[in-house]
């Protein structure tokens, strides 16, 4: 079985321009969530989605934005883009939201992102 | 005060060694715990979950200590592929996974 997929593996964008990235949960999977990885850090929880809602929303600003479609797939937008955004970006997905608290995440390969 | 503390390393051991890592949080009311390992480049991949009696699998042991906030993972018999980053992760019973920086590790030969 496939795992999560991600699309594009690589990108290059300048400042204020804009990006989506994509995912493609487990197939079964019904939730997925968005995080962003800087060099040297851990990962940082951006948004959880599930059956198509926002579940969950981290610490970012309102030029990332998120939405999830009938088929569980996902799109992570970024407008006004900053170098400051310039990361890994990664989607994991679970099989449900919340209701077991070790509801295990899969992460795919990650967007990176570059911008100059 | 970050939610997850981790050391981070880098640990560099010699092959057969044996190596902990700590990690504490500071959300006392999280109920479960992950520790994910991460490539060079890649994406973390869940190496363990961290339960109250604790958890071992083959070469790896995680515990969980409530009154000090703390987990920690053991490495024994250490392989040169066990050299990655070791991840500790806060799950705050949202599905919402708190990391910590992560602790590198490099075993040589």
């Known amino acids: 079985d496939a795992g999560v997929t991600q699309s594009p593996t690589h990108l290059i964008k300048t400042r204020g321009q804009h990006v989506t990235l994509r995912c493609s949960p487990i197939?079964?999977?019904?939730?997925v969530s968005w995080y962003q990885q800087v060099l040297g850090q851990g990962p940082q929880f951006i948004f959880q989605y599930y059956e198509k809602e926002e579940r969950g929303r981290g610490n970012f600003p309102d030029r990332f934005s998120a939405r999830q479609f009938p088929n569980y797939s996902s799109e992570l937008n970024v407008n006004a883009l900053l170098l400051g955004d310039s990361a890994l970006y990664l989607c994991?997905?679970?099989?449900?939201?919340?209701?077991?608290?070790?509801?295990?995440?899969?992460f795919g390969p990650g967007t990176r992102l570059l911008v100059l | 005060r970050k939610e997850v503390e981790q050391d981070p390393g880098p640990f560099n051991v010699p092959e057969g060694a044996t190596v902990a890592f700590n990690c504490t949080y500071s959300n006392s009311a999280s109920q479960s715990f992950f520790w994910y390992r991460q490539d060079c480049r890649k994406e973390p991949k869940l190496l363990m979950s961290v339960y109250s009696s604790g958890n071992e699998d083959g070469r790896f042991t995680a515990q969980l200590n409530r009154a000090s906030q703390y987990i920690s993972l053991l490495i024994r018999d250490s392989k040169l592929s066990d050299s990655a980053t070791y991840l500790c992760?806060?799950?705050?019973?949202?599905?919402?996974?708190?990391f910590g920086t992560g602790t590198r590790l490099q075993v040589f030969p």
């Open positions: 197939s079964g999977h019904k939730s």
């Open positions: 992760v806060e799950n705050l019973n949202t599905d919402k996974l708190i």
């Open positions: 994991a997905s679970s099989l449900e939201y919340g209701w077991r608290v070790q509801e295990t995440q899969y």
